[in-house]
């Protein structure tokens, strides 16, 4: 009876024990699968940093840095007849190349070409050659056939270069001359007086320097009994000449020269006996003005 009552008791208390132990190993088994999954998710997670640090931290690719060289030699841009197009937006940060620096190029001084031009008109009854004669001006006659009277101060642009014949001076010229800036005569209030020569072929020669900016010059001259010529030339360049004639009596003008020459260059003049007509047919010198 004892010995029955264990061997059900036995068994019966080793099937009890069974239960407990499956569950145990189906508490492992989940434990066990739940460690795998959170290993391998892990290992993917790990992996995946990896693959992204190594895609955000490697060297930068030089694509947006370096520009394709096209056939024409122009960097980054198609050749003009290749028919292609340019695509905005492919590269933001491409700039065009910066142009070949190109040789330095001498821009060679304007020089303006010489020129002259002469006109005539009547002396006025007072020429004021402080007024007229801004720059320089120079009177003849008042103190002698070899002596001037000068601008104070002048420019001294005009110049005397002499020329054929004797001169005379004289003291009743048609018009008058006033000054008030002389040397050395500081003033006149008008003087009739002048210089003349006779003869075909005599007369005088003048000079004014140009300054390689346009300037006007009034040559107060005249005539008796005679055909005068004026030559006027800028020192090779251009030329022009003007005759006037009064076979009777006396006549004078003013020649009014307008011209432009280098600096240093001349403007000559020639007054002359082109013909004489009459006894002592001459041509006479009052004043010259610059301005």
């Not at 024409?72 to 590269?91: H, I, K, Q, Y």
């Not at 020192?235 to 020649?255: K, L, Q």
Request: overall charge positive; hydrophobic content about 35%.
């Amino acid at each position: 009876m004892g010995e029955e009552d264990r061997s059900r008791i036995g068994p019966g208390s080793h099937r009890e024990g069974r239960p407990h132990t499956r569950s145990a190993q189906r508490r492992w088994r989940r434990r066990r699968r739940l460690m795998l999954e959170g290993l391998a998710a892990f290992l993917c997670l790990a992996a995946l940093v990896a693959y992204l640090g190594t895609e955000r931290h490697d060297t930068p690719r030089e694509e947006s840095a370096v520009l394709p060289v096209a056939p024409t030699g122009r960097v980054g841009l198609p050749s003009e007849g290749d028919g292609a197009v340019a695509t905005p937006g492919l590269r933001p940060r491409q700039r065009p190349p910066s142009p070949s620096p190109s040789p330095s190029t001498v821009v060679p001084t304007t020089v303006a070409p010489p020129t002259v031009a002469v006109g005539r008109a009547d002396v006025p009854a007072l020429v004021d050659l402080t007024a007229v004669g801004t720059v320089d001006w120079v009177q003849w006659g008042l103190l002698g056939a070899d002596r001037t009277v000068r601008k104070r101060g002048g420019s001294g642009d005009i110049r005397d270069e002499g020329g054929r014949g004797r001169r005379q001076s004289y003291s009743n010229n048609p018009e008058e001359y006033a000054w008030r800036d002389g040397a050395p005569v500081a003033s006149a209030s008008g003087t009739m007086s002048g210089v003349y020569t006779c003869d075909r072929g005599n007369g005088f020669r003048l000079a004014v320097t140009g300054n390689g900016q346009p300037r006007t010059v009034h040559l107060y001259a005249g005539l008796w009994m005679a055909r005068g010529r004026l030559d006027v030339r800028v020192a090779g360049g251009p030329a022009s000449t003007v005759r006037m004639e009064d076979p009777h009596t006396a006549m004078t003008a003013d020649f009014t020269v307008r011209f432009r020459a280098p600096r240093g260059v001349k403007l000559l003049l020639s007054w002359t006996v082109e013909e004489s007509l009459g006894q002592c047919g001459n041509v006479s010198l009052q004043a010259v003005a610059l301005r």
